[in-house]
Structure formats: C-alpha cells, structure tokens
C-alpha cells in the first residue's frame, strides 16, 4: 500500500495543484479532504493551463479515480462549471467521485459570508474568499447543516432547506439587515444540481480503504495551508477547516495507520492573501519584485498576495505538526537573479530569542525575525532536470532550508509546468516491474 498525504505547510497557494498533478502520474486515486472552492490549484501540462477549485488535481489523468471527500464543502454550481470546463477543453478526465457525507455550500451561505465580513471593522476583517466555506463549516457543527446525502433525499432536503432558510432569514432581516432569501428558488436550482451530484454519489471511505486494502496508491490532495488550519493557524485569520495532514484521516475517512508519507509543500519564500500577521512580509521594492517575478496574484479572487522571505520557524512548526517526512520546494527559479537571499531562523520578541511560533497573535505582530543571508545566483534555472544542474548557491540554499526544518526534501520546483520538476527523492518508487509503486517511510 502507498497512501501520500500532501499539504501546504505555510499560507496556502504553495504549489499543491502543481505538485499534486506530478505525483498524481503514479497514484490511483487522488483524494481531495477538506476545503472547498476557496482553493485556487493551478496545474500547467505543456502549454495549457487549468485552474480547479473544487475538482481533485488528478483530474486530468484519465485513468485515475478521484474523489472529493467528506470533509470538503462543495458548491454544486462551481462543480458542474469545473465540470463543463473540462469538457468543453475537450479533456479526457478521470472518475469522479463524491462522498456522500460531504456538506453542500446554500447560497445563503455565500450571503452570510459575504455580510459577516462588511460588517466587521477593517482590522476584523480575515479577508475571506466569500465563497460561503466558513458559514458552511459552521453549519456543519451546529448540525444544521445539508450533507451530499440530504440533498439526493428529497423529502429530507425539502425539510432541512426549509428550516435553515426560516432560520437564516430572521438573521438577513433582524441583524445583518440584508435581502432575504427564496426557499423555492433555492429547491429548484438545487433539485437541478442533485440530479448532476447523483451520478458522482458514493461512499468515499469505502472506495479509499478498499484501494488502500488492494495495495493501490492513493495521493491525499490538501487544499489552503497549515497556517489557516482551524486550530494550528493564526486564528483568527484562518480557514474553517483542516488543511494539516490530520484532516486527511478526518476529511477522507482512513486511520492514521493508514499513511505513509506526508509531503510538506512550501515555497522558497512565503506569501499570504487576506489579513493577519506575517513576520517576514517584505513592505518594500523587493516583496513587489518578487510578486511581479512569482505571478502572485490569487487563483481564486485576483488578490495581491503579500510576499516575503522564507521563514523557518513557520516550516519546523508546520514540520511538526504535520509529522512530515519530506519537502517540495516550488518556485525556486522566482528567486533567481536576487544578490542575496534571506532566510528567518528565529524570532526576537521583547528583547529574547525565540524559535517556536507564537500562540498569540499579538506576540506574533511583535515578533521581529531574525535572518540568516546566503548568497543568490544569476543562473536560469527553469529548464533544470536534477539537483546537479542547478547552480552551487542554489543547492546550497535548498540544503539550509532542509537543515533547519530538519525534513528532507524529495521534489524541487523550478517553473509552472509538469515538465519543470526536479525529483530527488521517489515518493512513489518501483520495486521492479514497473507497474507496482511502493513508498514506505524513507
Ligand atoms: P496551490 O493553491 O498551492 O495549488 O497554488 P496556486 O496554484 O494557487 O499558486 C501557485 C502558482 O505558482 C500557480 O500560478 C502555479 O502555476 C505557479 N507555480 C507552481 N510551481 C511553480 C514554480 O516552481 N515556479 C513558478 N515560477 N511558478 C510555479
Ligand atoms: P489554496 O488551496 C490562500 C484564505 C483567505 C482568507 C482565509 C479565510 O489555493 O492554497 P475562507 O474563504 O477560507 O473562509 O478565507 O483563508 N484562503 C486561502 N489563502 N490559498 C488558499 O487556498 C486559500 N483559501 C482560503 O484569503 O485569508
Ligand atoms: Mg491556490
């Protein structure tokens, strides 16, 4: 058996739909487990470009099974456009699957976003993606919430919708003094969309676990980053759900027991999109160079992310957390052509070195980081093919990062596209037929 769980191991937009789409060659079936269309996954296969919000980013493998677990929120409008994206790209796609457990995002959900967020004041405001995921996780643990399961029952939608639009009505009405919402409106537009989820519906636990009994390989894709996770991210300035590697066991119904590698994918510097507190966040001509030089703007809403240096003590906590075994490392080449480099390896807070991550999101804004400064290199390095190609101060970078996060890294990015990855370590690795992939723990 060969189960990889792969996760964003600082802010989110770390490369996962990239590095998934490349590991995904050698897995079975590629689980998505928690998230939902907040997530923005850019894959490039030679020169098209696609990006999936909701769809696992095996999609485009025809010969693969992918699955949308149960604890992803899904907005069945986003999956049937995803759908028909790929269709009219005339893409031969892979299976999919949707579990049946899995909570279904209510237009009244994106309202409620959407009202929370301009009602808060500016420093309040977590800068959410408004696609109604925080409001549906919310739901979720109310019990209140309309599950894949409901909504393919109609007597039990037509219940459950009633109730939550009565209840959400008095809350546009009475406090965030917003436009109501329309129960038949709602029951039309969704009767539609059960007929679409129906085709997808299954058990997702089954499906997973019976691979994982058969020997098949199964990749784990997450979605955000350990920093927005519910209960390890600078909450309040976080997602709804569980994006560390823990929420693949939760989000997809396997144990624990069940996995065998856990691939931290982190930039080689860091970025963020919405508000909060970022230690190493680069205000000046440099963090805009590199955002020119990295493309980053939001896959999901367009958003200026905030750029700034590689920070190790976020990569050791999230290490940690994540219990990973090893490291991708993308956009390596976004780098190239900087005189210098700086990695942060501590904090200073209130005059004392620290080297943990901060609970406190207030000792977290008055932590000042403190920097290690290797040099750069002026070579391209976007067509390298292995470690050896690419330039001394560049593997020595990669080797420091290593060191501090105390994780070996088996996968180095050097471009957007599939074609542009440096393996050096196989995550998936044959035992000699060619047909069998293994990856036991290295
Ligand atoms: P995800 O949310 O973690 O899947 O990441 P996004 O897709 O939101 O953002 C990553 C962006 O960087 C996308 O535009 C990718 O095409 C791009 N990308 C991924 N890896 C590399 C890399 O190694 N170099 C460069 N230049 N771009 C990359
Ligand atoms: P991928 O999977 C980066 C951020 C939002 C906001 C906070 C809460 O592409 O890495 P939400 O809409 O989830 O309630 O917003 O989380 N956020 C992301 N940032 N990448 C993502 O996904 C994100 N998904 C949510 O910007 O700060
Ligand atoms: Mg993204």
Not at 232 to 253: D, E, M, N, Q, R
Not at 419 to 434: A, H, L, M, P
Request: charged share 25%; aromatic share 8%.
């Amino acid at each position: 058996m060969s189960t990889v769980v792969l996760i964003g191991s600082q802010w989110g937009d770390e490369g996962k739909g990239k590095v998934t789409d490349f590991l995904a060659e050698k897995a079975d079936l590629v689980v998505r487990f928690q998230g939902g269309n907040n997530a923005g996954h850019t894959v490039v296969v030679d020169d098209k470009e696609f990006k999936l919000h909701l769809i696992p980013s095996g999609i485009l493998y025809s010969d693969k099974l992918c699955i949308i677990g149960n604890g992803v929120v899904i907005d069945p409008a986003v999956l049937k456009a995803e759908l028909q994206s790929l269709i009219d790209r005339d893409v031969k796609i892979a299976k999919l699957l949707i579990d049946k457990r899995a909570h279904v995002i209510m237009p009244y959900h994106r309202l409620v976003d959407e009202a929370e967020e301009n009602s808060k004041e500016d420093d309040k405001k977590i800068g959410t993606t408004k696609r109604g995921i925080g409001p549906t996780y919310a739901d979720k643990s109310s019990r209140v919430g309309i599950r894949v399961a409901d909504l393919l029952d109609e007597e039990e939608f037509a219940e459950a919708l009633k109730y939550n639009v009565d209840a959400k009505n008095k809350l546009f009405e009475n406090y965030y003094q917003a436009p109501t919402v329309n129960y038949e409106q709602i029951y039309q537009e969704y009767s539609e969309f059960a007929e679409l989820i129906k085709k997808h519906a299954a058990d997702g636990h089954e499906v997973i676990n019976d691979a994982i009994e058969n020997g098949q390989n199964v990749l784990f894709e997450g979605a955000q980053g350990t920093l927005l996770d519910l209960d390890f991210g600078t909450y309040p300035f976080v997602t709804s759900s569980h994006p560390i590697a823990a929420g693949a066991c939760l989000g997809a119904g396997v144990g624990p027991t069940s996995i065998n590698n856990v691939i931290g994918v982190a930039k080689a510097y860091t970025t963020r999109v919405g508000e909060g507190p970022f230690p190493t966040e680069l205000h000046d001509e440099l963090g805009a160079k590199i955002r020119q030089q990295g493309a980053e703007f939001g896959t999901t809403t367009g958003r200026p992310r905030r750029c700034g240096w590689f920070d190790a003590v976020i990569l050791r906590f999230s290490a940690r957390i994540n219990g990973l075994s090893h490291l991708a490392i993308t956009k390596l080449d976004v780098l190239t052509g900087l005189p210098e480099i700086k990695i942060c390896t501590g904090y200073r807070l209130n005059g004392e070195l620290i080297k943990t991550f901060p609970a406190s999101l207030k000792e977290l804004a008055k932590c000042e980081p403190v920097y290690e400064t290797l040099p750069g290199w002026q070579e391209d390095i976007s067509k390298a093919q292995s470690i050896d190609e690419l330039p001394q101060n560049a593997r020595n970078y990669l080797n420091r990062l290593s060191e501090l996060v105390k994780v070996p890294i088996a996968l180095v990015s050097v471009g957007p596209k599939r074609s542009q990855t440096i393996v050096t370590k196989d995550i998936f690795y044959n035992d000699g037929d060619g047909k069998t992939w293994h990856t036991p723990r290295l």
